[in-house]
């Protein structure tokens, strides 16, 4: 078994309740192949995101997207993510930067499930990718007011996570530490811990 075929077997969710295996699947690699994504592939994955649920109907998402081969624009968005990140998720075909827009069009008001939503369209694309054996990697490790300086965001709409989008990749790629977590078995808390049933639990 391969290295990758190794990291693969282990990184699959061990459930204790049958899932769909897209959801099994995905998980949030830091290496990524230099495999080119289609743009037509690409526009698949937002078109998931789009049709994502939001309160209202409001749609609050928008997205700034990079591909590597266009290295100006590659270049350009890889400085929204902070440095940490910004050290492997270069390392990744695509990046995008995912925006809120924080008041709703129907009236003005502040839309507090902005950032919620955006996350909904975010796992829509997620899944969406997991299903054409691609891989995403969200991060909050951003640089807002640099989004905002380099895309001249305005007020009304929040930078709130990029995320990379690949192929899998050799994780020996990444440094020592990093490589080791990507071999590691993903867990997760019981569901005692975080499902009640009628009554909240003592703190």
Known sequence: MSTIEAEITAKKAATD??????LKNRWSPRSF???????????????????APSSYNEQPWRFIVAQKEDEEAF???SKVAN??????????????????????DRNGRTNKHASHDLGQAIAHLTFEATRHDLFVHQMAGILPDK?????????????????????????????????????????????????????????
């Open 17 to 22: 309740y049958p899932i769909h295996t897209l």
């Open 33 to 51: 192949s230099n495999e080119t994504v289609d743009t037509e592939l690409i526009n698949q994955l937002f078109e998931a995101a789009r049709w």
């Open 75 to 77: 270049k350009k968005l």
């Open 83 to 104: 440095d940490f990140n910004r050290n492997w998720a270069t390392g990744a075909p695509v990046l995008a930067l995912g925006i809120a827009k924080k008041s709703f």
């Open 147 to 203: 989004a905002r300086e380099l895309y001249e965001i305005s007020d009304k709409f929040e930078p709130f996570t990029m995320f990379a989008i690949g192929y899998r990749g050799n994780p020996q790629s990444l440094p020592d530490k990093l490589a080791e977590q990507e071999m590691n078995s993903r867990s997760r808390k019981e569901l005692d811990d975080i499902l009640f049933d009628g009554e909240w639990p003592e703190e």
